[in-house]
């Protein structure tokens, strides 16, 4: 593995942890001033859309807990190849407005230049996410 790989890969395992324990002070520590955090869903989903800056990714993430119950976040894989770190995953969220459970797999993928997350894509089932959302 190259050294810019395991940089990387360090930067975005250090992102994850700070996100597991809620602390947004090293999640930010972690990310260029510029980044781009981009969540590729549909309307309709509350957290879908572009979010610019280390404070737009603090804001996508309180988007996401304004409207879920995060009841299990799990990392199932991490490949890492130069400067791109794809993370594999799944979810259990409680959607606060009306109860419902979505259970879902993700995949994110992050861009790393000078040791900081300049980009991250999500994907995961929007389709089914936006059936649970609108129940």
Do not use: C
């Not at 791109?84 to 009306?98: A, P, R």
């Amino acid at each position: 593995m190259s050294q810019e790989t395991t940089k990387a890969l360090n930067v975005v395992q250090e992102m994850l942890t700070a996100f597991g324990k809620g602390d947004m002070e090293d999640l930010k520590r972690t990310l260029s001033d510029d980044t781009t955090w981009v969540y590729h869903g549909v309307n309709g989903i509350p957290y879908n859309g572009t979010y610019q800056g280390k404070e737009g990714a603090v804001k996508f993430i309180m988007n996401i807990m304004a409207n879920v119950d995060v009841l299990d976040f799990q990392v199932t894989k991490i490949v890492a190849d130069q400067n791109t770190v794809i993370v594999l995953g799944s979810e259990k969220q409680k959607i606060k407005s009306n109860g419902e459970v979505l259970e879902q797999n993700w995949v994110q993928v992050y861009t790393v230049e000078s040791d900081l997350i300049t980009r991250l894509d999500e994907y995961a089932n929007t389709a089914f996410s936006l059936q649970l959302f609108q129940k």
